[in-house]
């Protein structure tokens, strides 16, 4: 599928992924176009507010026009090489599993040249809702799932945003984490804990994160989330990215 296309909101790095498990690491960004979910708080909402039919908190209606490109996996790979083949690839959005099997084969792709030119293999990095069961990049080699379930914070329909027995299978995937962004600490602390206890989803796995589009609300709301982490026996993910950068795109 060397000359097959995928379409891309942006794509960048090198960059420093900022959330979860991997943050801190040297990284490069590859955001699809697309989302079936529609959370207020979205801070990608670029990639799929293009009418008014569900609010977001910053009101802003984009031109699809101008928001997607399709893209060669030839030039996504030339990109990948101008940035020197960074170890971790994040697949991001919008939501990757709409193009499950596309990255697939295009994660192959960068998987087989860069281990051929560096030797080293990439780590993959799948950040999903959890609303769309894998049938291919499961099988990717190096890779993990970064699922974050939306919550009702989110003002996404119940039925549009939890699926419990997915999300179980998410869970059973031994590299898998899961994001819980934190809006409304009384509200979504008791719904995290009952999505944990239907989906059996170990405590290792949990990562909170506090919701917040510039390092001003990161910082006001970061010690209240770790010490409700710390509370729960889960772990606390920041966003480095929007303390070093707030809302800029493509850091």
């Known amino acids: ?69 399709e893209v060669s996996f030839q ?17 991001t959005g919008g939501e990757p599993m709409l193009y499950d ?21 990439p780590e993959f990095e799948i950040e999903t809702a959890g609303m769309i069961e894998p049938k291919w990049l499961h099988l990717l080699p190096g890779v993990r799932f970064n699922v974050s379930p939306k919550l009702e914070s989110s003002k996404v329909a119940l039925a549009d945003r939890l699926n419990v027995k997915l999300l179980n299978r998410y869970a059973n995937m031994p590299t898998t984490t899961f994001k ?16 944990q206890n239907r989906a059996f989803i170990p405590n290792r796995q949990i990562y909170l994160m506090p919701e917040g589009e510039t390092a001003k609300e990161q910082l006001e709301r970061t010690q209240g989330v770790m010490e409700l982490a710390i509370g729960h026996g889960w772990n606390f993910s920041p966003r480095l990215h929007t303390l070093a950068w707030g809302k800029e795109r493509g850091k």
Not at 110 to 120: V, W
């Open 1 to 69: 599928m060397s000359n097959d296309t995928i379409k891309l909101s942006e794509m960048f790095g090198p960059t420093i992924q900022g959330e979860g498990s991997r943050a801190g690491r040297l990284a490069a960004f590859i955001r699809v176009f697309g989302c079936p979910l529609y959370c207020w708080f979205c801070d990608s909402a670029y990639t799929w507010r293009f009418n008014n039919k569900h609010p977001h908190k910053s009101g802003a209606i984009y031109d699809p026009k101008e928001e997607v490109q």
């Open 75 to 91: 030039k996504i790979l030339a990109s990948l090489a101008d940035m020197n083949w960074p170890p971790v690839i994040v697949f």
């Open 101 to 121: 099997e596309k990255l697939y084969y295009l994660g192959l792709e960068i998987d087989g040249r860069m281990l051929g030119l560096t030797g080293q293999a």
């Open 180 to 195: 819980f962004v934190v809006s409304d600490w009384e509200k979504d602390i008791p719904e995290i804990r009952m999505i």
